[in-house]
């Protein structure tokens, strides 16, 4: 899809067709539908979704799922209000953060990276890998987004990559390949996961860690113990990224049951591995009746979805645009929490007390100082199916657990 520069323009649509400017490239949709932004001021660009100037945003519906178009609202608008019969958003983006990726020329960091120097609240993009990091540092930086982007090659610059950074992401690893459990992983990423939050540690122990590298039922374990031993852990501050859980539920949801996308929420607690996946379907928004058999198919279907890209991709990887996508959306949520959005809520794995493990996968609320509130009230009312679903992940995300502390704590009594 090409685009011409925005001169004079005061507005541009997405439905049936998308202009934008004074010229228009179109792109036909299956279903016409409109999303229109009124500019205050000419667009000076464009960026993806979004753009760099202020405006205000005219919603009637949309062909974009709900993930894709809350992400537009969202991330371009904290604040809402209604005004005849429309929802207006105002965008006045001020790109003012700093985001590190660690893993950055991997098959999740470069598209992750992608879409995060689409974000206009980005005004520095670091970009970290022991090989081939600096063709897509220099890829990435011809996109005219605000995100300056760097590159950082090997542990010698790790250090350099991490100074003054307010969120990093660490896909780092190594991906599932068919017949591998997702345990198979454990020795390799534990490791790397260890020396990277060390790193951490070291050069900005303030900013949200994002764990992506897998097992994460065991590697976020294993970066708290790490932050502990350097004395500057901060539970609010350290998640495993889940949100993937959610995105397939609502897709799959929403398939199933012949749902608008944009109108489906399925909060997914737990971890992120096999049955400690649990979606809550009785929680579903809107509210949906299931079949017991919809029940058990849908709960085994997002459990295994990731096993389902794997083998569909028959040895050339696991998933990793999914992966950047919902990534993406969980530092997009960071960066509007530590912007002062005071309503943002996401899935994630962190250190909690509401299912009586040391970590757990639960709705969450976002503040400018990490994790301001458990939503313990999803836990609250569940089905039969559901509860005993809790009782029966509660055993492996608990051995999982021990086996992420237990492994940072054998490392460091051999270092010492």
């Known amino acids: 899809m090409a685009a011409t520069s925005a001169t004079s323009a005061t507005s541009f649509s997405i439905g049936s067709k998308i202009s934008f400017g004074p010229k228009a490239s179109q792109l036909l949709l299956p279903k016409p539908s409109v999303v229109r932004f009124n500019s205050q001021k000419p667009l000076a660009t464009f960026s993806g979704l979004k753009a760099t100037g202020s405006m205000n945003c005219e919603s009637e519906s949309s062909f974009l799922g709900k993930e894709s178009y809350a992400a537009l609202q969202n991330s371009s608008s904290p604040r809402s209000v209604k005004s005849t019969g429309r929802t207006q958003y105002h965008l006045n983006p001020q790109a003012s953060y700093k985001v590190a990726i660690l893993g950055a020329a991997g098959g999740i960091g470069q598209p992750l990276a992608l879409l995060v120097k689409m974000s206009p609240l980005v ?27 760097s590159d950082f090659t090997g542990p010698s610059e790790l250090a350099d990559c991490l100074k003054g950074v307010n969120v990093v992401v660490i896909p780092a690893g190594v991906p599932r390949k068919p017949g591998m459990t997702r345990d198979d992983l454990f020795n390799i990423n534990a490791s790397i996961v260890k020396t990277l939050v060390e790193a951490v540690a070291d050069n900005c122990p303030e900013a949200f860690i994002h764990v992506i590298s897998n097992p994460v039922n065991s590697t976020v374990p294993i970066a708290a113990e790490v932050l502990k031993q350097k004395g500057v852990y901060d539970p609010k501050k350290l998640f495993g990224v889940t949100t993937l859980d959610v995105v397939r539920a609502n897709t799959f949801v ?41 029940i058990h198919e849908l709960t085994v279907r997002i459990q295994n979805a990731g096993t389902e890209v794997v083998e569909a991709k028959a040895g050339a990887g696991s998933a990793t645009l999914s992966m950047a996508y919902a990534a993406a959306r969980f530092v997009e ?31 969450i609320k976002l503040g400018k100082k990490g994790v301001e509130a458990l939503i313990s009230s999803d836990l609250q009312g569940l089905t039969e199916y559901e509860q005993k679903a809790v009782e029966a992940l509660k055993a492996e995300l608990k051995s999982s657990i ?11 009594v051999a270092a010492a």
């Open 123 to 149: 005004s520095s993009l670091n970009l970290y890998d022991i090989a081939n990091v600096k063709g897509v540092a220099a890829d990435l930086s011809h996109c005219n987004t605000p995100a300056q982007v």
């Open 333 to 363: 949520s960071s960066l509007r929490a530590l912007d002062g959005d005071g309503d943002v809520y996401e899935c994630a794995y962190v250190q909690s007390d509401v299912a009586d493990l040391p970590f757990f996968a639960s709705r």
């Open 402 to 412: 021990e086996k992420g502390v237990g492994f940072a704590q054998k490392q460091s």
């Open 254 to 294: 929403a398939q199933k049951k012949n749902l608008r996308l944009i109108d489906v929420d399925v909060p997914v607690i737990g971890g992120h591995a096999g049955i400690t996946i649990l979606p809550l379907l009785s929680k579903t928004k809107p509210s949906v009746c299931f079949t017991d058999e919809e």
